[in-house]
């Protein structure tokens, strides 16, 4: 009967925090997501004093915030959740992969940059040569994906067309500022790398804290 009991309670502690953790890690990515938990000590012993050893999330692939197309696979540790006004607590350290597909690059720059990406009709990658070119009718933008401290660019290498480069650079800095900057946690880029299928990044944070809802909203149900 005990035994019944504390599975009882193990469901049921599972079935709350997925319900608030989810909800976190959708508002944030604005995508769907699932959670999964360490099991050592047993999650209902994690739930009980708010110290989880392991949390894992994946994304569904429709997009990261502004990113469309793209997945998050992120690996929290040492999560840690204790008010303390300033915050909703701290994780250890957290570890992410996010993989961006070659049409989610296209819809992306469509979507974020009015005059430039409206021309942009096909976007492939050249891994042998680690870049990624944007076509636009008989015009093309070959760029370069680049880890400079700590932030995910995209360098302009080639321009064939009328626009001038640094045209086409300022605008691809202003999408990249606007991706980097809204990442949280203080999550930064470590390595890129890109591939047949599209672009993929590992991203890390150490002893992050957890933001309160005054600074970001999507935290509030913690």
């Known amino acids: 009967m005990l035994a019944g009991g504390l599975a009882g309670a193990e469901l049921y502690a599972r079935h709350r925090a997925d319900g608030i953790l989810v909800a ?3 508002c944030v990515v604005e ?3 699932t959670i999964s938990y360490g099991v050592n000590p047993p999650f209902l012993w994690q739930h009980i004093t708010g110290h989880y050893t392991n949390i894992s999330v994946e994304t569904a692939g429709d997009r990261v915030q502004s990113a469309k197309g793209m997945t998050a696979d992120v690996t929290l540790r040492d999560v840690r959740l204790q008010d303390s006004g300033d915050s909703k607590g701290t994780i250890g350290a957290l570890d992410a992969t996010l993989t961006w597909t070659s049409a989610g690059i296209k819809d992306t720059v469509a979507e974020n940059l009015p005059v430039v990406g409206s021309l942009v009709t ?3 990658t050249d891994p042998q040569s680690s870049t990624i070119v944007m076509n636009a009718g008989d015009s093309s933008v070959t760029a370069k994906p680049v880890v400079s ?3 995910l660019n995209l360098e302009v290498l ?3 067309g009328p626009f001038p480069k640094e045209t086409v650079q300022s605008a691809l800095n202003d999408l990249t500022k606007k991706l980097n900057d809204n990442y949280p ?3 930064h880029a470590d390595s890129v790398e890109v591939t047949e299928r599209g672009v993929v990044g590992t991203f890390s944070s150490q002893d992050a804290a957890i933001p309160n ?3 970001n909203a999507c935290f509030a149900r913690l």
């Open 158 to 160: 080639e321009v064939a």
């Open 149 to 151: 401290e700590g932030d």
């Open 213 to 215: 809802e005054e600074t």
């Open 24 to 26: 976190v890690a959708e």
């Open 185 to 187: 946690l203080g999550i």
């Open 31 to 33: 995508d769907g997501a």
């Open 122 to 124: 096909d976007v492939r």
